[in-house]
């Protein structure tokens, strides 16, 4: 829930150039992986130089749209930026539904299937299954369109913290 945004366009990943990119842009990204609210929009390649096209510029958002698809875009690929302009976001890393009837707060729970935004170079879905509470469980990627459990051989504190992180639990 943290890192440099990319998109997919006809199956190529690609960058989102900072020129426009604000805290609404960031806003809809965070919701669109399901990784809350934006805590920042953080542009000038944060999060490292991406590799391959820039897909977008000058996006411009509400906030309230409900993936990045939806904001006034220019032409895909049309852009006067280099990968040094790369956009960035910092979410919360929680999903929180609206108010139910009868609510005075929205209700907020730990994203167990976010796709995480990473400097790597492309996105990597992980969650926790058969757990008896929302952060707890086998952890799962998402490799090839299957779910498959992770091999334990070398595991340690330091990787469950970062799967912790990861799926926004802490």
Do not use: N, Y
């Not at 604000?22 to 490292?48: K, N, S, T």
């Not at 820039?54 to 220019?74: K, M, S």
């Amino acid at each position: 829930c943290v890192g440099r945004v990319e998109v997919l366009h006809l199956q190529s990943w690609g960058t989102v150039c900072d020129d426009t990119w604000d805290m609404e842009a960031a806003q809809v990204v965070c919701r669109q992986v399901g990784c809350g609210r934006a805590l920042r929009a953080p542009g000038d390649a944060r999060f490292g130089q991406g590799e391959g096209p820039i897909w977008l510029d000058g996006t411009r958002c509400t906030g309230e749209e409900e993936e990045l698809g939806e904001c006034h875009l220019h032409s895909w690929g049309d852009h006067d930026c280099g990968h040094g302009e790369d956009a960035g976001v910092v979410c919360t890393g929680m999903r929180c539904e609206g108010l139910r009837e009868g609510a005075s707060v929205p209700r907020c729970f730990s994203s167990v299937t976010p796709t995480c935004l990473s400097p790597g170079t492309s996105p990597l879905q992980v969650r926790l299954q058969d757990g008896t509470r929302p952060c707890a469980g086998k952890v799962q990627v998402l490799s090839q369109h299957t779910w498959r459990g992770l091999c334990g051989t070398t595991w340690s504190l330091r990787e469950a913290q970062v799967i912790c992180h990861q799926v926004g639990c802490g």
